[in-house]
């Protein structure tokens, strides 16, 4: 449990650290010297091997210090004080043998643990340097120089190797012959203290001795607090136990809590909702997923309606307004009630919004696959008359849910419901600016646009998502959201600063320049309801890390949580003049939605799917599948990102250099490669996520032993009582 | 406090606080830029034959992967003569009851800006084949096969536009690739791309982030522009990556007499000025006035091209061909 934990982390560090650096330094690339790119790399490389150097000469020194304080020590004759530590410190085992030989004895009191420590020491630092050097090998890849020539990393990489090699050979060599010396040195005082011991015959030393060793060997009995009688379970608290038939090198996750029961109508309905989305996520995933390989192969089909620029707005509206969207209601229909101590005001307009909702995104699809669209806009896709019938489903959820809320029997409205009905609000409200046609002349059109659709991503799915969080987390934690006020803080600041950020999409376009300004001025501000939300979230898990290796949630919101910090964090980073300089128009952008849709907003919704569908059909997915999920969507977002953020910087680089385009195209080729690999990964994860559901709706009971032999008895019994 | 606990007042809080951010930057800009940005004097409203092909443009979703926007940053230039301006755009309006306008700005950039793609590649022949198969002519594009807009006929028309695909490109099919009405139409919206001038005597804005030449001192020999890029830019899609051109669409430069000849005014001026009235190929776009190239731009180009592929030509200085184009200006069609 502990080791799975700790790779666990180290994973996410690194994954965190990755996207942390990766940004900053290409920034600082880009604004430094380009034109000694060369120069810096070989100066880390020299850091490198002089750091290596630097530490092995400290450990030799330390060990030499060491051992030349011994022999001072000796020198001085100051023995006595030594033997009696010496002897202060042995166990029963060894006074023992004292006091059955008290004339003859020797004794070896060594420390034989110091080369392996040494060695350690040494693997770890070759460990520690190796991945730097590596990870440093792959941003530098970023400035266009020499590095950019996969033949000279690999060259420098294979000169480090003997050369690093070479280096803990030395140290291994050197500190085995200080060993041998110490050995000889500790081996001349153990002659000297069997002397010392021979010389504890009296009668007092004797029994001190004896005393001293009754003292060790003290032991509780172990039944000090049980008293004798057999342990027995009178109120029934142990249960399922189960010592055989598990296979044990996978921490054992535990079963979901029992809850009070959900309304059957309610629960029905959700699942509708979870089984609506389910399915869109993998028609949307299929479709991204064949969009992909078209990258990659352009001619896999030549059909209109199967065309990259038309299925391209049908993976991202299914994925957004089916997938996400559904999946985002199904847990608001469990949360709002749950949270307000009050039945829902109405499934049956729960129902409705359902039934519209799939209604537009079936029509949406059909019509940009015939190539009826709105005319370009990202997420503005589906025509007016499709986006309507989604607006109308929202309409229906937001009067119900504030129903709910004014039915409530707590006074105080908790923060989830905040989030959740905000959003739907917000929702609204830019779906009716984005498809007035009053301000949509000209370039009104683009602004509108920059607002839409990162409101889209912001007010909708973020705030909605962050509202599930702040109700599912604590509750799969068993303990209370750390900070309420910063949750406030979070929700306050979040509608000041992501409502400005919009235009931050058209950076040096022909849009009025302050508009931009504003944009990157906001997009800097939302680093204040991130940080707070992250901390709000990590400080609720505080105390509590333990439960990750028990849980099959808690993973997913962790990873939810680290992707909303770096993810969000990006964000910002994008926004500014300098980045967009290398980063716009290019395939980042892709990645940085990838990162955000899918690593924040898909992991919180799958966390919130595995905790809400247990309770309430009583069945679980197989701890298996759902690891085989979760890692599957974990390392193919990491594969797709990736080498797509690195391909992209180095195409921005081309563009910025004046190189032809097609030489960009090209450039990207392997990357666009990595895309669809990694993309197939995710697109695998959603089978097992799809086989995952139906295992937690499933009908079908595998036999349960003890209910079977029940309903024998009972038929045996009514049998017996007739013959009498 | 009561505030927090009062659903009515709270909602409607953070609802009007929304709202009333969205006016501050999203309407208010709009309307503003609307109300206060008319079409350039210059620009010309696009044909019917456009506004059909545009439609094509917007239903097939080509905004995904091709932007229409010219920033002002230096690595922009490459597209047109100057960064975009509002007034661009400004004649475009909703484009029917069912659809909104459709500025097609786009946010990708995976293919090539079409601002000023009239321009650039005014070629009908060179789009025709483009569009059933952009690898026949760019090998490494990934762009989509628009093959669903030909047909192939067995025995076609005389008043049908054929187009000369080479025989690998068919899929095995047999007959000839005839062009259809909206294979036209797009084509006709994608030639009336053009980047309208700005009236005499208003400077254009700057292109901002200059790439930093590197200061030369006074006896330092000019730099050689790298032939071999320019060509790969500029005249690649068409004569090819071997300069043997496409056979019955765009001639070879490989042992071509003009190329390997010691006409350099008849040389430079079609680089210049475009080339028409070649039998058996296409007619060819000033290629070098639409990507502003100058002398250094072009002595780089006519080196390469006369030295690459077989071609074993005498080399030209920058003096040559910079007294030359002087001339060609002159000749240049009005």
Redesign the interface.
């Known amino acids: 449990m502990q080791t799975s934990l700790k790779k666990w982390w180290k994973k996410c560090l690194q994954v965190a650290v990755v996207y942390l650096l990766l940004p900053v330094l290409v920034q600082a690339q880009s604004a430094g010297a380009a034109s000694a790119p060369d120069d810096t790399a070989l100066i880390v490389l020299l850091v490198i091997v002089l750091l290596a150097v630097l530490v092995a000469v400290l450990l030799l020194s330390f060990e030499a210090r060491a051992l030349v304080a011994k022999i001072r020590n000796k020198k001085m004759g100051n023995n006595t004080h030594q033997f009696e530590k010496h002897l202060e410190n042995m166990n029963s085992n060894q006074i023992e043998k004292i006091l059955q030989t008290t004339h003859r004895q020797k004794d070896r009191s060594k420390n034989p643990g110091s080369i392996k420590a040494v060695l350690l020491v040494v693997f770890t630092l070759l460990a520690t340097l190796f991945p730097e050097h590596s990870l440093f090998a792959q941003t530098k890849v970023t400035n266009g120089g020499i590095f950019n020539e996969g033949g000279i990393l690999i060259t420098i990489t294979l000169i480090m190797i003997p050369i690093l090699a070479g280096l803990v050979l030395m140290v291994v060599k050197l500190s085995n012959i200080l060993r041998k010396h110490r050995n000889r040195q500790d081996l001349e005082e153990a002659d000297l203290f069997a002397g010392y011991l021979a010389t504890l015959t009296g009668e007092e030393a004797t029994e001190a001795l004896a005393k001293r060793k009754a003292a060790l060997d003290y032991n509780l009995t172990h039944h000090e607090l049980s008293g004798q009688q057999e342990p027995a379970d009178t109120k029934g608290l142990v249960s399922n136990v189960e010592t055989e038939g598990y296979i044990n090198f996978i921490a054992r996750k535990k079963k979901a809590q029992k809850r009070p029961n959900i309304d059957p109508q309610l629960s029905k309905l959700i699942l509708w909702y979870f089984g609506c989305a389910a399915l869109w996520l993998l028609f949307g995933t299929t479709i991204g997923e064949y969009v992909g390989i078209?990258?990659v192969a352009?001619?896999v089909d030549?059909?209109?309606w199967l065309?990259?620029?038309?299925l391209?707005?049908v993976h991202t509206n299914a994925v957004f307004w089916g997938w996400a969207s559904l999946g985002m209601l199904g847990l608001g229909y469990y949360i709002v009630p749950m949270v307000s101590n009050a039945p829902l005001a109405s499934i049956k307009k729960g129902w409705y919004a359902l039934c519209l909702i799939n209604a537009a995104v079936i029509l949406g699809t059909t019509f940009?696959m015939a190539?009826?669209?709105?005319?370009?806009?990202?997420y503005?896709?589906y025509?007016?008359?499709v986006m309507l019938l989604f607006g109308i489903g929202l309409i229906l959820t937001l009067i119900n849910f504030?129903q709910t809320?004014?039915k409530?029997q707590t006074?105080?409205?908790y923060i989830s419901?905040?989030y959740i009905?905000?959003a739907i609000?917000?929702a609204l409200?830019?779906t009716v600016?984005a498809?007035v046609?009053?301000?949509?002349?000209?370039?009104?059109?683009?602004?509108?646009q920059g607002?839409?659709m990162h409101?889209g991503v912001g007010?909708w799915f973020m705030l909605f998502t962050l509202g599930i969080v702040y109700y599912m987390l604590p509750q799969q934690l068993n303990r209370p959201i750390y900070s309420y006020s910063l949750g406030?803080l979070a929700f306050?600041t979040q509608?000041?600063f992501y409502?400005?950020i919009?235009?931050h999409?058209?950076v040096?376009?022909?849009?009025?320049w302050w508009?931009q300004t504003?944009a990157i001025v906001g997009s800097v501000g939302m680093v204040i309801p991130v940080v707070a939300g992250t901390t709000n979230f990590i400080m609720t898990f505080k105390g509590a890390w333990h439960k990750i290796a028990g849980s099959y949630t808690l993973p997913f919101f962790l990873v939810g949580i680290i992707f909303y910090f770096t993810g969000s964090l990006q964000g910002t980073a994008e926004a500014f003049r300098s980045t967009n300089?290398m980063w716009?128009?290019?395939?980042f952008?892709?990645a940085h939605s990838h990162l955000t849709m899918y690593g924040i907003i898909c992991f919180f919704l799958w966390a919130g799917m595995y905790a809400v569908i247990p309770r309430l059909t009583g069945k679980e997915a197989p701890q298996i599948t759902v690891g085989a999920h979760f890692w599957l969507a974990l390392i193919g977002l990491m594969f797709y990102t990736v080498p797509l953020m690195i391909g992209s910087t180095l195409r921005g680089q081309m563009?910025?250099?004046?190189?032809?385009?097609?030489?960009s195209?090209?450039h990207m080729a392997p990357y666009?490669l990595w895309r669809a690999i990694g993309g197939s990964l995710m697109w695998l994860s959603h089978i097992f996520f799809a086989y995952n559901f139906y295992k937690m709706i499933s009908r079908h009971e595998a036999v349960d032993v003890k209910e079977a032999a029940l309903k024998k008895l009972v038929q045996i019994i009514p049998a017996e009582t007739q013959n009498d | 406090m009561e505030f927090f606990n009062n659903h009515k007042k709270l909602f409607r809080t953070a609802f009007l606080f929304f709202a009333g951010l969205t006016v501050l930057v999203a309407i208010l800009p709009a309307l503003n830029n609307q109300k206060n940005n008319s079409p350039l004097p210059g620009a010309v409203p696009l044909s019917a034959d456009a506004v059909k092909g545009k439609n094509i443009y917007i239903a097939n979703g080509c905004v995904a992967c091709h932007t229409q926007q010219v920033r002002n940053v230096d690595m922009d230039k490459m597209w047109a003569a100057r960064p975009g301006l509002a007034a661009d755009y400004a004649d475009i309006h909703r484009t029917d009851i069912w659809r909104n306008t459709a500025t097609l700005m786009g946010t990708e950039r995976t293919g090539p800006d079409l601002t000023d793609v009239g321009n650039r590649q005014p070629s009908k022949d060179w789009n025709l084949v483009h569009l059933f198969n952009p690898r026949t002519v760019v090998k490494e594009s990934i762009m989509p096969a628009y093959s669903w807009l030909f047909t192939i006929k067995k025995q076609p028309l005389k008043s049908d536009i054929i187009v000369n695909v080479p025989a690998a490109y068919m899929n095995g099919e047999e007959g000839k690739v005839v062009a259809t009405k909206d294979v036209l139409y797009l084509i006709a919206y994608l030639q009336s791309l053009k980047q309208v001038k700005l009236p005499d005597g208003t400077p254009p804005p700057d292109f901002l982030y200059k790439r930093e030449e590197k200061p030369a001192g006074a006896n330092a020999a000019p730099k050689e522009l790298n032939g071999a890029t320019l060509y790969t830019s500029n005249c690649q899609s068409c004569h090819q990556p071997n300069g043997e051109g496409l056979p019955g669409a765009f001639p070879p430069l490989k042992g071509s007499p003009v190329v390997n000849g010691d006409n350099l005014e008849l040389y430079v001026g079609i680089i210049m000025n475009g080339y028409s009235g070649r039998p058996g190929f296409g007619v060819m776009p000033p290629v070098g006035t639409n990507a502003s190239l100058g002398s250094a731009e072009v002595t780089a180009i006519v080196n390469h091209e006369r030295s690459t592929w077989g071609n074993n030509a005498k080399k030209v200085t920058e003096e040559e061909i910079k007294k030359i184009m002087d001339f060609v200006k002159l000749q240049a069609p009005k």
């Not at chain 1, 563009?655 to 030489?663: R, S, T």
């Open positions: 078209k990258f352009p001619d030549h059909v209109s065309s990259f620029g038309r391209r707005p940009l190539g009826i669209n709105n005319g370009g806009g990202e503005r896709e025509i007016w008359p504030i809320i004014a409530r006074k105080e409205i419901n905040w009905v905000s609000m917000f409200t830019i600016v498809y046609p009053i301000w949509q002349d000209g370039l009104g059109e683009t602004i509108i607002y839409y409101q007010m406030i306050w509608i000041l409502t400005l919009g235009t999409h058209f040096f376009s022909s849009i009025p508009l504003v300089l716009h128009f290019t395939d952008t892709v563009w910025i250099a004046g190189k032809p385009f097609i030489d195209v090209v666009w």
